[in-house]
């Protein structure tokens, strides 16, 4: 056994760029991916919101856990191999665009009809129209609870300690392992989560309550 | 009523989704030979590193002791570096069959549920496992286990051997690995833990405050490197390479190296 | 070499499957039960309750909030021990979903409670009503009214949260994969059957919860 000393605890603490990394990864790769839900959420077309929703339904009805596991073990089955840093990525990312999709579907909804008619008779066409009238009112009301979700893909990269991906959680198992001392390590854990979570909550909330203020 | 016949609609549709998936699933993967090995020059191999002095860490954090050694070893024969890949107990398999490594040389009990998965080399090392508790609780037969809470390794050789002998009435705790099982029995959250004599060591250096003893001997295990049930020319590779260094003394000078005394004669390979 | 599919031993295990099926979807209903009386209590206290209090739930909020389930969890199993609290891996579980799913609860609710207008509380009061019919009517039931898509989402992702209870050796679906798993060493076979009826069981709560909203928050109050 190991003493819990300067090196463990730098280990763990260096482990953070991991977690970062991957969050940022999974919310570049959720983001592209929920953009296109979002979209397809509000299409026009029956088949491609019926196709959204699906996927969506998907995402958010099984467990990140277990999308985490497929993601790592599923590719293997078709000889491509991923390592825990691909498939954590991959699946953070898929699990992302669901729920991205679905914040930003609510949030193009809320634009008012009235704003999609004008823009429509102004002979603007769906492109257009999206990115010139709709997006920049939906992008303000879609602020909030992005960073909202951005805090729990934050706190969900602590499962690709699962498997077997080296980040802030699994650097912790893996020194608590070694030293025993569980409730020193996870509450550092639990602060350091903390302290990278906090200010974006706190973001969020700010700018919601300044966006219902502005509604009134 | 409507809501029950909903209930159901929606279900049977995630059924006939889930069906339609797992037929579409099912694809080839690729053999390991030791000539690919050296053509692509690294042996890629899975070992734990929650369990030492077997599969550790070392400071740097990267996998050390007695498998690691094994597998650098091997990797050193055919002439190509080893890649050395963390697993755990219950995801060690997964990783074999998906082609994630070439062979787990990870303190892998050579048992006949196993053999029906992979291929078992001839044993390379070998341990003791126990139901350790406090000499304080009496266990003398696997019938004293009634009303005892236990914990385990989920997918160890202990949970099979525990599962087989404990009454009715025994709370078995699986936990992930041997560590949080550890964790469990030092923060009393059971009574007993189904262990090998590597973890006792431990025990009795750390925490002799706990007075952990063994009680009941589970089974001598014998272990096996695993490959995959095609990669019949590795295990063959491997056989020779095992004898190898049990002769010329290798082996022996790892034993020694982790666990401070030579090594006894390797058991026999179990049969079933 | 290629793998080769065998779902026999997987669907052989079934009875073992339902009952972790029946834990998970107990756990889930007794930690949304617990939860929501939390959420009322708390949301309850933190519109109207003293300043200390006030400050005390703001933190716990914003600890939960901002923490991962995982290390939660293992904090209780582990951690408090080691402070003369102990439970059981399942009473573990439950309070830790307790724990987690009141922290949203709590400002779900709250802003139900805010979204409704001082001067209905006025008109229950000038139509005799008492403080707890007030409450339950007036108050309480157009405040879910108002949040019920939030609640009920938070709700799913509490039960989808069940799943990592298997790292503190509770008994549900997914601990149930892992022994079978450790049988079979049909690993995909397992974690796909287990996914599937962990989209059954978001299926399963969607649905009820469509249905409560229809049976009991549309229909005007008698």
Redesign the interface.
């Known amino acids: 056994m190991r003493e819990l000393g300067p090196n463990e605890i730098l280990f763990i603490l260096a482990a953070v760029r991991w977690t970062l990394l991957l969050s940022l990864v999974a919310f570049i790769g959720g983001a592209l991916g929920g953009l296109l839900i979002a979209l397809a959420r509000t299409s026009e077309l029956k088949w491609l919101r019926l196709l959204a929703n699906g996927y969506i339904k998907l995402f958010q009805g099984t467990p990140l856990l277990m999308q985490l596991f497929l993601a790592f073990f599923v590719p293997g089955l078709f000889g491509w191999s991923v390592d825990p840093w691909m498939a954590a990525a991959i699946g953070l990312s898929l699990h992302a665009s669901a729920f991205l999709g679905e914040i930003w579907r609510g949030a193009i909804e809320v634009v008012p009809r009235g704003q999609w008619e004008a823009a429509t008779s102004l002979g603007l066409r769906y492109w257009p129209k999206m990115a010139l009238v709709i997006a920049p009112q939906a992008v303000r009301i879609a602020i909030p609870p992005t960073i909202g979700f951005l805090v729990q893909l934050i706190k969900g990269t602590s499962l690709a300690s699962i498997i077997g991906f080296v980040e802030l959680t699994r650097a912790a198992q893996v020194i608590n392992n070694a030293t025993f001392r569980p409730f020193t390590i996870f509450a550092l854990v639990a602060v350091v989560y903390y302290i990278i979570c906090r200010p974006l909550s706190a973001y969020s909330k700010r700018m919601e309550q300044k966006l219902q203020v502005a509604a009134r | 009523m409507s809501l029950f016949k909903s209930i159901c609609r929606r279900s049977l549709g995630a059924l006939v989704f889930a069906g339609l998936a797992a037929a579409s699933l099912g694809a080839p993967a690729n053999a390991a030979t030791p000539e690919e090995i050296k053509a692509r020059g690294k042996l890629i191999v899975g070992l734990l590193t929650d369990y030492p002095p077997f599969g550790g860490t070392d400071a740097q954090q990267q996998p050390a002791g007695y498998d690691a050694d094994v597998a650098k070893l091997m990797a050193k024969s055919l002439g190509v570096q080893a890649e050395l890949v963390p697993v755990t107990g219950p995801n060690r398999i997964p990783y074999l069959l998906t082609n994630k490594v070439d062979v787990l040389i990870a303190t892998f009990g050579i048992t006949a549920e196993r053999s029906k998965q992979v291929l078992f080399s001839n044993p390379y090392s070998t341990l003791t496992i126990y139901v350790l508790a406090p000499k304080n609780l009496t266990i003398k037969t696997p019938e004293d286990l009634k009303s005892v809470s236990i914990s385990v390794a989920r997918a160890s050789t202990q949970d099979t051997a525990i599962s087989a002998i404990a009454p009715q009435g025994t709370q078995l705790k699986r936990f992930d690995d041997d560590a949080t099982a550890l964790q469990a029995l030092i923060s009393g959250q059971v009574q007993a833990m189904g262990a090998s004599n590597t973890i006792l060591a431990q025990l009795n250096k750390d925490y002799a405050q706990l007075n952990m003893e063994p009680k009941l001997t589970l089974r001598e295990q014998a272990n096996g490197m695993a490959f995959r049930k095609s990669d019949t020319a590795l295990a063959a590779y491997a056989n020779n390479f095992i004898a190898e260094i049990e002769k010329n003394g290798e082996l022996s000078a790892i034993n020694q190296r982790w666990f401070g005394i030579p090594l006894n004669k390797l058991p026999p390979m179990p049969t079933f | 070499?290629?793998?080769?599919?065998d779902?026999a031993d997987v669907f052989a295990a079934w009875p073992e499957l339902l009952q972790g099926l029946l834990n998970t979807l107990w756990l889930s209903a007794a930690a949304m039960a617990i939860g929501m009386v939390v959420s009322v209590a708390g949301a309850l206290g933190k519109t109207s309750g003293p300043k200390w209090l006030r400050w005390i739930i703001d933190e716990y909020i914003?600890?939960i909030?901002?923490?991962?389930?995982?290390?939660?969890i293992?904090?209780i199993?582990?951690?408090l021990?080691?402070m003369g609290l102990?439970f059981s891996?399942n009473t573990a579980a439950l309070i830790a979903l307790v724990v987690n799913v009141g922290a949203y609860g709590i400002e779900i609710i709250r802003a139900g409670i805010e979204s409704i207008q001082k001067g209905q509380v006025e008109a229950g009061k000038s139509l005799g009503m008492r403080p707890l019919q007030i409450f339950r009517y007036i108050i309480l039931k157009p405040a879910i009214q108002a949040v019920y898509p939030s609640l009920t989402?938070q709700f799913?992702l509490l039960m989808?949260?069940t799943?990592?209870c298997?790292?503190?050796?509770a008994s549900e679906l997914?601990?149930v994969a892992?022994?079978i798993?450790?049988?079979t060493?049909r690993?995909?076979e397992v974690?796909?059957?287990?996914?599937?009826m962990?989209?059954?069981l978001?299926?399963?709560f969607?649905?009820?919860f469509a249905?409560i909203e229809r049976s009991f928050l549309r229909k005007p109050t008698r």
């Open positions: 070499m290629s793998y080769e599919f779902f914003e600890l909030r901002n923490t991962p389930f995982l290390i939660q293992f904090m199993y582990f951690g021990p080691s102990k891996s989402s799913i989808l949260n799943s990592v298997s790292a503190i050796a997914t601990a892992g022994d798993q450790s049988r060493f690993s995909f974690y796909f059957i287990v996914t599937c962990y989209l059954g978001s299926i399963f969607w649905t009820a249905g």
